[in-house]
């Protein structure tokens, strides 16, 4: 697995640079977000061992937003979610890169705020590209 990352992560440096997603780097990127999120396939397979500040990110792609059985959501992002916002890859993007202001255009609500503290501002198309793999 460690080869045949590295392999892959040393064809994309000499082969892809100009490729804007990768959901590799995405991957190897994950360290950022294990200290609040765990990635817990639907029959319990344990994908990322992480923290549980954050819900489980397994299976985003096509599930509304802030749905998560059993993780209690901050009440801007149920409401996105109620408001009938699926999780696609260009909202993924958006979110990752700034959970509040994403909120706050998504609610038109300028005080809302996100219960994720946290703000990944370099390679947040990778991450997206990797959690939408996770299905
Ligand atoms: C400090 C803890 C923390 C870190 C670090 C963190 N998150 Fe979160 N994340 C949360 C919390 C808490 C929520 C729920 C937000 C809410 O309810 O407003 C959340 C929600 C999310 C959601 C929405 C999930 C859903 O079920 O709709 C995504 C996607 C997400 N985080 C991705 C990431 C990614 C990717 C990273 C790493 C780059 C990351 N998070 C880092 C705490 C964190």
Redesign the pocket.
């Known amino acids: 697995m460690k080869t045949w990352f590295s392999a892959y992560a040393a064809l994309c440096l000499t082969v892809l640079p100009a490729l804007a997603q990768d959901a590799a780097v ?1 991957e190897a ?2 360290t ?6 765990a990635i817990v396939a639907d029959d319990g397979t344990v994908i990322v061992e992480g ?1 549980r ?5 397994f299976g ?1 792609l096509g ?6 059985e059993g ?8 409401s996105v ?1 109620e408001a009938g916002i699926v ?1 696609d890859e260009a909202e ?1 993007v958006a ?2 890169a700034n ?1 509040g202001e994403w ?1 706050r255009a998504k609610t038109g609500d300028a005080r809302a ?8 501002t370099e ?2 198309a990778d ?2 590209a ?2 939408a793999g996770l299905k």
């Open positions: 995405g990127a994950f950022q977000c294990r200290a609040c999120h923290g500040t954050g819900p489980n990110l985003l599930r509304a937003v802030g749905s998560r993780f209690a959501y901050g009440d801007a992002l149920r979610g999780w993924l979110y990752i959970p909120l705020r996100s219960r994720m503290g946290y703000r990944m390679g947040a991450m997206a990797y959690l």
